[in-house]
């Protein structure tokens, strides 16, 4: 198993409001997770660092060997966690009022890969012989147009609407996650990101990079620089994980 990650600014944001954590206990064993912040210059910075650090503090209080025993259970309490600490936050300090962030997170367990994800930060799958598969469903104004029909995913892409999200951790003092799992074969990708990437990238995009584009460890760069190439308007971060 090997991890490669990069988050930037990207070309007109003054902050960097991203965040991202990689936890490799044990051979076998990772949790990777993307948040992206929301709610002005200081406070969406300060809610995504929030919800790392608080999911990482609820998923560590478990020994990486019993992370198998009920991972989605596990990972719902990791991102109740997350989300009292950035409510919490929002409602005591006036400077964070209405702040929230994205997640998304994939606990690997030898071959099986358990994702989550709030917002619209996403996961995809990548394999050799298959291509791409996008994991996670954006909670958003525009994947609810898609999923009924009246747009299609790459008018989404463009939409004026497309930032506006339906789900955020902070938003509420409860959250709802959603959950999916997946067998992993040798050689399988994970990308993890925030819609930095998403908005600049087709998924088809995303995949060649990925699979043709060059060497793994510098995908992450070379992803980058593409988004920054078409104006990067937004914080930019990529986590790629091959088993």
């Known amino acids: 198993m090997q991890t490669w990650a990069i988050t930037d600014r990207g070309a007109v944001r003054q ?23 929301m709610g002005g210059a200081k406070a969406g910075n300060i809610a995504s660092h929030l919800a790392v650090e608080a999911f990482l503090t609820v998923l560590q209080q478990q020994a990486p060997q019993d992370w198998g ?13 997350a989300n009292q600490a950035v409510f919490q936050r ?23 890969a358990h994702v989550l994800n709030v917002g619209d930060s996403r996961a995809y799958l990548i394999r050799e012989s298959e291509g791409i598969q996008r994991i996670t469903r954006d909670h ?18 463009f939409h004026p609407q497309k930032n506006l999200i339906t789900r955020a ?32 990238m ?24 593409l988004a920054m190439s078409r104006g990067a308007p937004d914080n930019v971060t990529v986590v790629l994980f091959q088993k």
């Open 202 to 225: 087709d998924d088809q995009e995303i995949s060649y990079e990925v699979l043709h584009g060059g060497p793994a460890e510098t995908c992450c760069e070379r992803l980058l620089q």
């Open 15 to 37: 902050q960097n409001q991203d965040s991202f954590s990689i936890l490799q206990p044990e051979d076998g064993h990772s949790c990777v997770l993307v948040c992206d912040g």
């Open 90 to 112: 929002s409602i005591h300090d006036s400077d964070c009022t209405g702040m929230g962030t994205t997640m998304v997170a994939a606990l690997v367990l030898e071959d099986q």
């Open 140 to 157: 958003s104004v525009v994947e609810a147009l898609v999923s009924r029909g009246e747009l299609s995913q790459e008018a989404a892409r």
């Open 69 to 81: 025993q009920d991972p989605h259970e596990l990972l719902t309490r990791c991102v109740e966690g």
């Open 169 to 200: 951790l902070g938003a509420e003092a409860r959250v709802k996650c959603d959950l999916y799992d997946l067998t992993l074969q040798p050689g399988d990708f994970l990308l993890l990101c925030s819609d930095g990437l998403s908005n600049q």
